[in-house]
């Protein structure tokens, strides 16, 4: 949806952070030949990284929105663009150097992708622990309105294990809920400082609990394990990919059937997952009405290349379509 102006200016409700934003660069080349001049047939940039898909998706959907991206300076265009286009607040911090470009080479014939990812900009850890504060700062600023923080994607190189974990205990003082969708030692860590929400894949969440995760029935005890560990955790949503979603809370369980799209882009569909859970938790829906709308939200945007969402008309008619069952 096109902000409206009431939109683009009313009080962030959700602020996502996006610490290891990064710029997709695809260029199509018809045969890679490595050590020789390669001609590509086509090249497409698009502003990347979790934070920013949930950020998007939440805006295409018309929750006043406000994201704090890790930016590079030179080279923040497609960013800013990106956000003013949907009316997203944007507070990023600034640094030197350039944000990340990840480069996809992709021979369309062999349906080969060939990734060259460059690195970001480097912060020594007095610079480091000088952002988080300004991150804590920005939290407290917006507090007033904001209702949830969405802790989205990988740290950056050199970020201190603990910085989500940090993000959300600082959070939960002032009354703000959090949503976390990381993986490995960062997950673990913030874990244990009481996120709201957590959003692993089954995969993220195989590699938590050190044990594979086959089927739904695995995946389901280990959800419940979670939530038993975590006394602070309200939900828990292990999405799997073409097989769905489980979501589980204190008091219900759901199984999300995915919806039949004609997939674009299988990026982000987590990430507008995400933002989907989130619209559903402002709206105070139940489990499984919470379910259709971010298993809707994902097929929305498989429908689409980039971290774009259709009208929110379009969203919630795809929402009534998703199949849910409650599980034992
Ligand atoms: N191939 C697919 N067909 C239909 N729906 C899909 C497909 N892949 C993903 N989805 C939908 O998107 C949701 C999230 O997908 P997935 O489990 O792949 O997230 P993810 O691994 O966190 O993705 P990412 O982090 O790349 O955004 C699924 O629960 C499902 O509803
Ligand atoms: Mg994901």
Not at 95 to 101: F, H, M, N, S
Not at 135 to 150: A, C, K, P, R, Y
Request: with cysteine.
């Amino acid at each position: 949806m096109n902000p409206t102006p009431q939109t683009a200016h009313a009080a962030s409700r959700v602020l996502c952070v996006a610490l290891n934003p990064a710029i997709d660069q695809t260029v199509e080349i018809t045969h890679l030949r490595v050590g020789s001049v390669n001609r590509a047939t086509r090249a497409q940039q698009d502003a990347g990284g979790k934070g920013v898909n949930v950020a998007s998706c939440l805006a295409d959907y018309g929750v006043p929105t406000a994201v704090v991206a890790l930016l590079g300076a030179e080279n923040p265009a497609l960013f800013e663009s990106l956000f003013a286009s949907k009316g997203v607040v944007n507070r990023s911090i600034y640094l030197d150097g350039a944000t990340r470009i990840n480069i996809k080479l992709v021979e369309p014939a062999g349906q080969e992708t060939t990734d060259i990812n460059l690195p970001g900009p480097y912060l020594d850890s007095v610079q480091i622990t000088g952002r988080i504060a300004q991150i804590l700062d920005l939290i407290g600023e917006l507090s007033g309105s904001l209702q949830w923080l969405v802790l989205s994607g990988s740290l950056p190189p050199g970020w201190p294990v603990d910085t989500y974990a940090i993000l959300i205990h600082h959070a939960r003082s002032l009354g703000v809920r959090t949503l976390l969708d990381t993986s490995g030692a960062p997950f673990g860590e913030a874990l244990k400082a009481g996120p709201d929400i957590v959003k692993p894949n089954r995969d993220e969440l195989a590699a938590h609990l050190g044990r594979p995760l086959h089927d739904s029935v695995d995946t389901l005890s280990a959800a419940h394990d979670l939530l038993a560990a975590h006394a602070g955790l309200g939900k828990v949503v292990v999405s799997m990919g073409s097989e769905g979603a489980i979501l589980i809370s204190r008091d219900a369980a759901v199984l999300a059937q995915p919806l039949k799209v004609a997939a674009s882009s299988s990026v982000g569909a987590g990430d507008a997952m995400v933002a989907g859970l989130i619209a559903a938790e402002l709206q105070a829906l139940p489990l499984a009405e919470t379910a259709q709308l971010a298993t809707a939200f994902a097929a929305g945007k498989l429908s689409r290349l980039g971290p774009h969402l259709p009208v929110p008309s379009e969203v919630q008619a795809l929402a009534r379509q998703v199949v849910i069952s409650a599980l034992g």
